[in-house]
């Protein structure tokens, strides 16, 4: 993983894979991005309803015609189940971050607190001069609250990477 | 596997492995022993109905069992052990990756207790092979071992055909379970395995994609517009024993045909049709002609950058069409206009019976073969051979079905350009990979899988070098091959790109020094002889064929000038048409 270099003129797509849960598919999986030369901006993974599949959500930085071939030749991976790009319009994405920031005193402890409430995130835990917060949503989001938080001074963060999934037909 | 018959039996892991391969009709496997493959050799003691092919190092192994699949068109099988056995296969497993020949690759691991702790020959050669293999296997648990078998020789066989490896840890060859006897259809309709899902989801490792018939339609209206028609036949047709429906189409729309390295075999190379090669040294009429083509239909050909050169300018007139079995294929050199994804005899099949007139275009056949088909050669200086009169000499000398296999460099476009293979895998090639060294292990499967044929082994004397132990290999089997050596005491291929691109720099590609390969081939055992003028050439090769009983190979060394030339040639990512000698 890379951060992200030069976007100009690429999109960010997700792509939703499934795979059998077994030893090695992450680095199969990871092995394949690398020597195509595709940089992940992020991955997560988890089992699904059935916990002999887990399911990759990847997001990456790249073109229409690049990512077509991405998806080729991750879909001759024997243990992959289906691939599939998401269409933002039609899908919800969300990742968790928490974050433990600088609250020496209590002016910046109830700012930090407010903050937090606007962006429907949690306190978790709270010492007489740090809080960590948790908040979900999609990347602009918790950059967002990120972004707020910086002037606190952030002493450690940490991100799951997105999840996404298709919102339901209407 | 959970279907219990009357039939089950509690055998040991290496029995198992050796049922599997049974049941897969394996009757010669290609291979080294070693220390965690031990159980393995013990229980293949008792087997003699199969057939061991000891060579002198695992590489020879690797590169004898591809050539036994690509000769016989059945799944070759190679053993190693773990550690440096294992590694030294890497370069027989990318070969065969790269030119989609079905291996079953079989290591065995240190023990499981021992894995991660850097054990004594422990390698993680399934990390290894990761990116040159269909599919990799770590077995550990012998429950798993018969199904893993199974399911591998499917893969590496359906689809698009490659090698597949299978690492078993050394205490599941020495465990017990029971074991029952699948047949590999049987096991492909067996309900709860992999195989099950990769078939029922068309998954493209296994599965034939359905065929978009509305594309086969445009295809044919493509090719009754299209006046200037050209096909390539790639290794694709090869594999898909496509052959005889390319023949039909080529001659039904009356297109000319260029074949690509791997397309060898596939069409017939006495056609009027042919072109020749294509590509960096294509001939003139098949660069010409894919320059000025109004269609281009590549058939199971990837468009290597051997073959495209400069994508950009790549068929600059036609609509391309790309006919393959690996959707990730597509677009990926070169941007179609349209393609077909799917099994090449098939897709033949539909697009024969949708042709909607056999056409005739004498006008483009004209143009197009007014431009040279073969590369004509200056005469030889005394004491020196050239290409040509070596390759005429044996394309006559030789049986018409003779299979041969090349290393890579100069003899290896020489061969390709000059033999005209009719049948497919009558030429064996490292054409994706170009591994040097290729050659006399290829030519000692294609020899094992094809006893009655004569099989012709055309090198280097770089090439020849890098692998010739092997040599005893083909002595102790008593295989009679024929290793045509073009001598020229150079690394004739680097020194060629030296001498038009690097302005006669000629680093460390002169190659004056031993062996003498006459005295060597006497020191294997094997028949020898230097060569420096055709009549003595035609002689040796007649005493060749005459011989063949004896069981004793023959390495004919022909001498060759230092600054012979690969003709013509157009220089990476040029335009095709730009020749650089012609």
Same mark, same amino acid.
């Given at each position: 993983?890379?951060?992200?270099?030069?976007?100009?003129?690429?999109?960010?797509?997700?792509?939703?894979?499934?795979?059998?849960?077994?030893?090695?598919?992450?680095?199969?999986?990871?092995?394949?991005?690398?020597?195509?030369?595709?940089? +992940?901006?992020? %991955?997560?993974? &988890?089992?699904?309803? @059935?916990?002999?599949?887990?399911?990759? !959500?990847?997001?990456?930085?790249? *073109?229409?015609?690049?990512?077509?071939?991405?998806?080729?030749?991750?879909?001759?991976?024997?243990?992959?189940?289906?691939?599939?790009?998401?269409?933002?319009?039609?899908?919800?994405?969300?990742?968790?971050?928490?974050?433990?920031?600088?609250?020496?005193?209590?002016?910046?402890?109830?700012?930090?607190?407010? +903050?937090?409430? %606007?962006?429907? &995130?949690?306190?978790? @835990?709270?010492?007489?001069?740090?809080? !960590?917060?948790?908040?979900?949503? *999609?990347?602009?989001?918790?950059?967002?609250?990120?972004?707020?938080?910086?002037?606190?001074?952030?002493?450690?963060?940490?991100?799951?990477?997105?999840?996404?999934?298709?919102?339901?037909?209407? | 596997?959970?279907?219990?018959?009357?039939?089950?039996?509690?055998?040991?892991?290496?029995?198992?492995?050796?049922?599997?391969?049974?049941?897969?009709?394996?009757?010669?496997?290609?291979?080294?022993?070693?220390?965690?493959?031990?159980?393995?050799?013990?229980?293949?003691?008792?087997?003699?109905?199969?057939?061991?092919?000891?060579?002198?190092?695992?590489?020879?192994?690797?590169?004898?069992?591809?050539?036994?699949?690509?000769?016989?068109?059945?799944?070759?099988?190679?053993?190693?052990?773990?550690?440096?056995?294992?590694?030294?296969?890497?370069?027989?497993?990318?070969?065969?990756?790269?030119?989609?020949?079905?291996?079953?690759?079989?290591?065995?691991?240190?023990?499981?207790?021992?894995?991660?702790?850097?054990?004594?020959?422990?390698?993680?050669?399934?990390?290894?092979?990761?990116?040159?293999?269909?599919?990799?296997?770590?077995?550990?648990?012998?429950?798993?071992?018969?199904?893993?078998?199974?399911?591998?020789?499917?893969?590496?066989?359906?689809?698009?055909?490659?090698?597949?490896?299978?690492?078993?840890?050394?205490?599941?060859?020495?465990?017990?379970?029971?074991?029952?006897?699948?047949?590999?259809?049987?096991?492909?309709?067996?309900?709860?395995?992999?195989?099950?899902?990769?078939?029922?989801?068309?998954?493209?490792?296994?599965?034939?994609?359905?065929?978009?018939?509305?594309?086969?339609?445009?295809?044919?209206?493509?090719?009754?517009?299209?006046?200037?028609?050209?096909?390539?036949?790639?290794?694709?047709?090869?594999?898909?024993?496509?052959?005889?429906?390319?023949?039909?189409?080529?001659?039904?729309?009356?297109?000319?045909?260029?074949?690509?390295?791997?397309?060898?075999?596939?069409?017939?190379?006495?056609?009027?049709?042919?072109?020749?090669?294509?590509?960096?040294?294509?001939?003139?009429?098949?660069?010409?002609?894919?320059?000025?083509?109004?269609?281009?239909?590549?058939?199971?050909?990837?468009?290597?950058?051997?073959?495209?050169?400069?994508?950009?300018?790549?068929?600059?007139?036609?609509?391309?069409?790309?006919?393959?079995?690996?959707?990730?294929?597509?677009?990926?050199?070169?941007?179609?206009?349209?393609?077909?994804?799917?099994?090449?005899?098939?897709?033949?099949?539909?697009?024969?019976?949708?042709?909607?007139?056999?056409?005739?275009?004498?006008?483009?056949?004209?143009?197009?073969?007014?431009?040279?088909?073969?590369?004509?050669?200056?005469?030889?200086?005394?004491?020196?051979?050239?290409?040509?009169?070596?390759?005429?000499?044996?394309?006559?000398?030789?049986?018409?079905?003779?299979?041969?296999?090349?290393?890579?460099?100069?003899?290896?476009?020489?061969?390709?350009?000059?033999?005209?293979?009719?049948?497919?895998?009558?030429?064996?090639?490292?054409?994706?990979?170009?591994?040097?060294?290729?050659?006399?292990?290829?030519?000692?499967?294609?020899?094992?899988?094809?006893?009655?044929?004569?099989?012709?082994?055309?090198?280097?004397?770089?090439?020849?070098?890098?692998?010739?132990?092997?040599?005893?290999?083909?002595?102790?089997?008593?295989?009679?091959?024929?290793?045509?050596?073009?001598?020229?005491?150079?690394?004739?291929?680097?020194?060629?790109?030296?001498?038009?691109?690097?302005?006669?720099?000629?680093?460390?590609?002169?190659?004056?020094?031993?062996?003498?390969?006459?005295?060597?081939?006497?020191?294997?055992?094997?028949?020898?002889?230097?060569?420096?003028?055709?009549?003595?050439?035609?002689?040796?090769?007649?005493?060749?064929?005459?011989?063949?009983?004896?069981?004793?190979?023959?390495?004919?060394?022909?001498?060759?000038?230092?600054?012979?030339?690969?003709?013509?040639?157009?220089?990476?990512?040029?335009?095709?048409?730009?020749?650089?000698?012609?």
């Amino acid at each position: 993983m890379q951060a992200k270099e030069n976007t100009q003129n690429l999109k960010r797509y997700t792509i939703v894979t499934e795979m059998d849960n077994e030893a090695g598919v992450l680095s199969q999986l990871a092995h394949l991005f690398s020597r195509k030369g595709y940089n +992940i901006e992020t %991955i997560a993974a &988890g089992w699904t309803v @059935d916990q002999n599949v887990t399911r990759f !959500t990847i997001e990456i930085f790249s *073109d229409d015609d690049r990512i077509k071939l991405l998806c080729a030749q991750l879909r001759k991976l024997v243990p992959i189940h289906y691939v599939e790009i998401l269409d933002p319009s039609k899908s919800i994405r969300r990742e968790l971050m928490l974050v433990r920031v600088h609250a020496a005193d209590r002016s910046a402890r109830n700012e930090i607190i407010q +903050i937090a409430n %606007i962006f429907r &995130g949690s306190v978790i @835990d709270i010492t007489p001069d740090s809080i !960590t917060l948790s908040v979900t949503g *999609d990347d602009q989001k918790t950059s967002a609250f990120e972004s707020l938080l910086k002037e606190f001074g952030i002493i450690e963060l940490a991100r799951t990477g997105i999840v996404a999934i298709e919102r339901g037909e209407m | 596997m959970t279907n219990i018959n009357n039939t089950s039996k509690k055998l040991n892991g290496s029995e198992i492995l050796i049922q599997c391969l049974i049941e897969q009709g394996v009757d010669t496997i290609f291979g080294y022993p070693g220390g965690a493959i031990l159980n393995v050799y013990d229980k293949l003691y008792d087997h003699k109905e199969i057939k061991h092919i000891l060579t002198a190092h695992e590489q020879g192994a690797s590169h004898a069992a591809d050539g036994y699949a690509r000769s016989t068109g059945k799944v070759g099988v190679c053993f190693a052990t773990s550690g440096p056995g294992s590694t030294n296969l890497t370069t027989g497993v990318a070969t065969a990756y790269m030119d989609s020949s079905p291996v079953v690759f079989i290591t065995c691991n240190v023990n499981s207790d021992l894995i991660g702790r850097d054990s004594f020959q422990e390698v993680d050669i399934t990390g290894v092979t990761l990116p040159i293999t269909k599919c990799s296997y770590i077995v550990s648990n012998v429950e798993n071992l018969a199904d893993t078998v199974r399911e591998a020789f499917a893969i590496a066989r359906s689809g698009r055909p490659g090698p597949v490896l299978i690492d078993i840890q050394k205490n599941v060859t020495a465990s017990e379970c029971e074991y029952y006897p699948v047949t590999p259809e049987e096991y492909f309709m067996t309900a709860g395995t992999r195989i099950q899902r990769l078939k029922s989801t068309h998954h493209p490792s296994v599965g034939y994609p359905d065929i978009n018939l509305e594309a086969i339609d445009e295809l044919a209206e493509l090719i009754d517009k299209s006046e200037k028609p050209l096909l390539i036949c790639g290794g694709g047709v090869v594999r898909a024993k496509a052959s005889q429906e390319f023949r039909t189409l080529a001659a039904r729309i009356d297109s000319p045909v260029a074949i690509t390295v791997m397309g060898g075999g596939a069409f017939p190379g006495d056609s009027p049709l042919k072109t020749g090669m294509i590509g960096m040294h294509g001939s003139q009429a098949s660069n010409m002609a894919c320059d000025a083509c109004d269609l281009l239909i590549a058939v199971g050909c990837r468009f290597s950058d051997r073959v495209t050169l400069n994508p950009a300018g790549f068929a600059k007139n036609a609509k391309i069409v790309h006919i393959d079995i690996d959707a990730s294929e597509i677009n990926k050199n070169v941007m179609t206009d349209l393609s077909i994804i799917g099994d090449a005899k098939k897709i033949l099949n539909l697009l024969l019976a949708k042709l909607k007139r056999d056409k005739k275009n004498d006008a483009w056949k004209n143009y197009v073969f007014s431009f040279k088909r073969e590369t004509e050669y200056d005469d030889p200086e005394e004491g020196n051979l050239t290409p040509k009169q070596i390759l005429s000499a044996a394309a006559e000398i030789l049986p018409q079905d003779t299979i041969v296999t090349t290393d890579v460099g100069q003899h290896q476009m020489w061969a390709i350009q000059h033999f005209k293979f009719d049948y497919p895998g009558q030429l064996i090639t490292s054409g994706g990979f170009g591994t040097m060294g290729f050659g006399l292990g290829a030519a000692i499967g294609a020899q094992v899988g094809n006893p009655d044929k004569t099989v012709l082994h055309v090198t280097g004397d770089g090439s020849f070098r890098m692998n010739c132990h092997e040599l005893c290999t083909e002595e102790y089997y008593k295989l009679p091959i024929i290793t045509l050596l073009f001598n020229n005491s150079t690394l004739g291929m680097v020194r060629q790109w030296q001498h038009l691109i690097y302005h006669e720099r000629y680093s460390q590609t002169t190659l004056d020094r031993g062996p003498d390969f006459e005295k060597l081939a006497e020191a294997y055992g094997v028949h020898g002889r230097k060569v420096t003028d055709v009549a003595t050439l035609r002689e040796v090769l007649k005493e060749a064929v005459a011989s063949r009983a004896d069981g004793k190979g023959w390495i004919i060394d022909c001498r060759i000038d230092i600054d012979e030339m690969v003709r013509p040639m157009v220089g990476g990512n040029s335009f095709i048409a730009n020749f650089m000698l012609d």
